[in-house]
């Protein structure tokens, strides 16, 4: 079946360092959506990306959609305590269910 | 609180109990989804719902596995004869109309199997 890989699995970092985590799909997907994942959490939305080359930008947060949109990113500048937790991309294929990558869990070292 | 919300949050059974979850998604939304989600793994997508009608089931969803929806708001997964394979976190996300409209996650349940 169709699949969203997801790089790297964990990533340590020390505070205020910046943080990236990326997505690819080996066919086109329709969107691309972001969310967080709290340990002991459920995920929540941070955000959707549609169109081909799309950046978006959160805060400390930004979002890429690629050009082919086969892949996406998402980078954290400075990172803080609060940004613990396990970042997973999510993609439609055409109309089809959400798919779920397989997440980068992010740690920080204060 | 008007977000999704999921009862009970934990459940421990023994192997062979028959269990039942059920989630109460956002009032105006009209599509509901159930996932399972694994220690170290994204959500995996079971069923789905616009209103009252069960449009897929993944084939994640055995046949002990039954959803339902029957007044088009809140469902019910239940689990039969339940193995320890299915431990795991339930996530039930509701959104708006379109399969491509933004999801919002329930805090899940917690299912232990003994």
């Known amino acids: 079946g169709q699949q969203v890989m997801q790089i790297p699995q964990y990533q340590h970092v020390q505070e205020g360092e910046d943080f990236t985590t990326y997505c690819n799909s080996s066919?086109?997907?329709?969107?691309i959506q972001w969310y967080k994942q709290r340990p002991g959490g459920h995920p929540v939305f941070l955000i959707q990306?549609?169109?081909?080359?799309e950046v978006k930008k959160q805060k400390r947060l930004t979002f890429q959609f690629g050009e082919a949109k086969k892949n996406s990113s998402l980078h954290i500048t400075a990172t803080q305590t609060t940004d613990v937790g396990t970042y997973f991309c999510?993609?439609?294929?055409?109309?089809?269910?959400?798919?779920f990558g397989t997440g980068t869990r992010l740690t920080i070292i204060p | 609180d008007t977000g999704v919300s999921q009862d009970p949050r934990h459940k421990i059974t023994k192997r062979g109990q028959n269990v039942t979850f059920r989630c109460d998604p956002i009032?105006?939304?009209?599509?509901l989804y159930w996932y399972r989600q694994t220690l170290g793994q994204g959500p995996e997508f079971l069923t789905y719902f616009q209103n009252e009608a069960q449009l897929e089931k993944s084939r994640l969803l055995s046949d002990r596995f039954s959803a339902e929806r029957p007044k088009g708001s809140f469902s019910t997964l239940e689990i039969q004869r339940t193995e320890q394979g299915d431990s795991a976190m339930y996530l039930c996300a509701s959104s708006l109309e379109s399969i491509t409209d933004t999801q919002y996650f329930g805090p899940g349940t917690r299912l232990t199997v003994l």
């Open positions: 009032s105006e939304h009209n599509r």
């Open positions: 066919t086109t997907l329709s969107n």
């Open positions: 990306l549609v169109k081909s080359g």
């Open positions: 999510a993609g439609h294929f055409g109309n089809e269910k959400l798919t």
